[in-house]
């Protein structure tokens, strides 16, 4: 089955902790995505890449960080620095950036500070 | 700073209704519109796509798109109650593979 892969669906944070969201994509996808969302929100850019070894800041990337090692994978570090990350963190990919770029979201990963 | 606005809702219509949900965005620039239904607790699946202005129909969804006016709406028609979710409008970023993303509006569709 072709899709987006995000692991573990339920995370839970203790204070001053670094936490890793899991990102995994077999749709040959170029171009991968991290929004958050909180409640009654839409969904806010914390970082996108369009390549391998490249990855560009979204709206709201103060308190995170990604890597793009391979094309398949795009792991999402929240640092102890983001001082509110309870939140529903949803990955993205989408085809090579052209005029009709859809975009497909993984299940989710719900963070909860502890 | 790149909008897209939409109505929080909820927008309530009875089983069978037609469901009116619209979305207004800011840059003028924008080429490619989203709609996206996200059911509680589950991750946005997306439902219609639209790139050029006027009606784009698929099965019970209308997409409509008037770049004038900068409004796109989606059109819901004998809604189900399983159609009860919020429907998000996306927006891509010219020149980029980015969207931006109304707050989303809930619908709410009753037996």
């Known amino acids: 089955d072709g899709g987006i892969t995000q692991s573990p669906k339920y995370l839970f944070r203790k204070e001053g902790q670094n936490v890793t969201l899991s990102c995994e ?16 929100q839409g969904l806010r850019l914390i970082y996108y890449s369009q390549i391998v070894n490249d990855f ?20 999402l570090t929240v640092t102890s620095a983001q001082k509110n990350p309870t939140a529903f963190y949803l990955c993205a990919s989408s085809p090579p950036v052209k005029l009709n770029t859809e975009a497909f979201f993984g299940q989710g990963t719900r963070l909860t500070v502890v | 700073q790149k909008e897209v606005e939409q109505n929080s809702g909820p ?3 009875p089983e069978g ?3 009116s949900l619209n979305c207004t965005y800011s840059d003028r620039g924008s080429q490619s519109f989203f709609w996206y239904r996200q059911y509680s607790g ?24 008037n770049k004038a006016s900068q409004y796109v709406s989606l059109l819901i028609r004998d809604s189900q109650p399983s159609d009860s ?4 409008c996306a927006v891509n970023e010219p020149g980029y593979s980015t969207l931006t993303f109304g ?5 709410l569709v009753s037996p």
């Open chain 2, 103 to 107: 707050k989303g509006t809930m619908l």
């Open chain 1, 56 to 75: 560009q800041k979204g709206d709201i990337a103060e308190g995170y960080s990604v890597s793009r090692e391979k094309k398949e994978s795009f792991p």
């Open chain 2, 17 to 19: 209704a037609i469901a």
């Open chain 2, 11 to 13: 927008l309530s219509v």
């Open chain 2, 42 to 65: 589950k991750s946005p699946e997306l439902i219609m796509s639209i790139y050029s202005n006027g009606d784009k129909e698929d099965g019970r969804f209308t997409a409509q798109l």
């Open chain 1, 25 to 40: 994509q077999n749709l040959n996808h170029d171009a991968m995505y991290w929004y958050r969302q909180d409640p009654g």
């Open chain 2, 85 to 88: 979710a919020t429907y998000l």
